[in-house]
């Protein structure tokens, strides 16, 4: 088998569904296995699986032990020559694991491959390319300055060895990563990439930024900024350089000032609601619409992406069922523009996803109900 891709899930039932099917496209032609491990959710996201993707390997923890753990335990699991850890709110393109395992198998030394990120709004990820945080870099990055956090050096669209990937799509061999025993558990959340993508270069191996594969990362960096959210990212970068630096009390000292002062100094954003657009109609990007059952919306169709370029502010919903993900990530990643807000219609479905800032959580539409639900 060449590649087995896991997912963890954790109560993203409807992103899951939308990253379930890009996949399923994308590994066809690939000897290959999906593994979806969940730590606990509770919005039916196993139901759904077992429904609709049967052929899918299902892994059911019975509480939430962290990114780490499960990750770990999915890949013992796993037969593949490479793996590919995803997260469940990314979408993939058809070509995505072709290119990647290609570029991958004409490196020598290789560790991690990662790829291209945009956000739901065409926005390019700069996650998506790091450097290793040393102290410096680190509390540039505690105090607000996150440059040198990123590898602004390497051209977005150049493909060349980086230091560290995110933990939203890494492409290795599965025997690298189970000589380095994978993901270390004592990450709960946030930092195990950074860490993992260290040890790789430590053991004398490459991690490449593979640019010719744009993939969507609805959430990006959009986690909730509250008090929970500092201590978890902050605690992590602590543990990483007591891992590596032996430096905790410098570390220390300015992660504990630095997770209990911006929390309160930040502004307060109540992002558990979001309201249904009322200055927005919805538009269906598909050449014959059938949609007058979205009685309750304003919804036009639009057959080509001129129409965007009017002033009006629109959701524009791309059809899965008309337009490949290649496609929907091309009009994502070209048509961005600020009057427009897109989401993602996933097949047989009355929903469509969607993130459209990064202070925002996703986002679920039901057409029948024009309900919105957010999540993360």
């Known amino acids: 088998m060449k590649l087995s891709v896991v997912i963890l899930n954790y109560n993203v039932r409807y992103f899951l569904e939308l990253c379930l099917q890009s996949v399923t496209a994308a590994l066809e032609g690939i000897p290959s296995e999906i593994i979806v491990i969940d730590n606990d959710s509770k919005d039916n996201s196993c139901a759904m699986i077992q429904t609709k993707f049967p052929n899918v390997i299902v892994i059911e923890n019975q509480n939430n032990i962290g990114f780490s753990k499960a990750n770990n335990q999915a890949v013992k699991q796993a037969k593949g020559e490479f793996i590919c850890i995803l997260n469940p709110d990314t979408v993939v393109s058809e070509d995505t694991f072709h290119k990647a395992i290609k570029f991958a198998e004409g490196k020598s030394n290789l560790g991690i491959v990662g790829c291209r990120m945009i956000n739901g709004s065409g926005q390019f990820l700069p996650e998506s390319k790091r450097h290793v945080p040393t102290i410096r870099i680190a509390f540039q990055k505690l105090m607000g300055f996150s440059k040198n956090y990123y590898a602004t050096t390497v051209p977005e669209n150049s493909s060349c060895e980086v230091d560290v990937l995110t933990g939203a799509f890494m492409l290795m061999q599965r025997e690298l990563y189970q ?72 570390v220390s000292f300015a992660v504990r000032i630095i997770t209990e002062l911006l929390p309160r100094v930040l502004p307060k954003l109540d992002l558990k609601k979001s309201n249904p657009p009322n200055s927005k109609s919805v538009s269906i990007l598909q050449p014959h619409s059938e949609a007058s059952w979205l009685s309750r919306i304003e919804v036009h169709s639009v057959s080509n992406t001129d129409e965007l370029r ?61 309900e919105y639900r957010t999540y993360f």
Not at 196 to 222: A, M, P, W
Not at 238 to 249: A, E, G, M, W
Not at 334 to 345: A, Q
Request: some cysteine; hydrophobic content about 30%.
């Open 179 to 250: 000589s380095l025993e994978g993901f270390d558990e004592d990450f709960f959340m946030y930092g195990e990439d950074i860490d993992l993508c260290y040890r790789v270069q430590k053991s004398g191996y490459k991690n490449y930024y593979f640019s010719d594969s744009t993939i969507i990362h609805f959430k990006g960096e959009s986690t909730l900024k509250n008090k929970t959210y500092f201590k978890w990212f902050y605690g992590a970068m602590q543990l990483f350089h007591d891992k590596h630096f032996k430096s905790k009390k410098a």
């Open 310 to 370: 009017k002033n009006q502010k629109i959701d524009l919903v791309l059809d899965t069922t008309c337009l490949t993900f290649k496609q929907i990530i091309h009009h994502i990643n070209t048509y961005k523009t600020p009057n427009v807000s897109f989401k993602i219609w996933p097949k047989h479905t009355t929903y469509c996803v969607g993130s459209d800032v990064s202070n925002r959580r996703g986002e679920v539409i039901h057409f029948d109900r024009f």
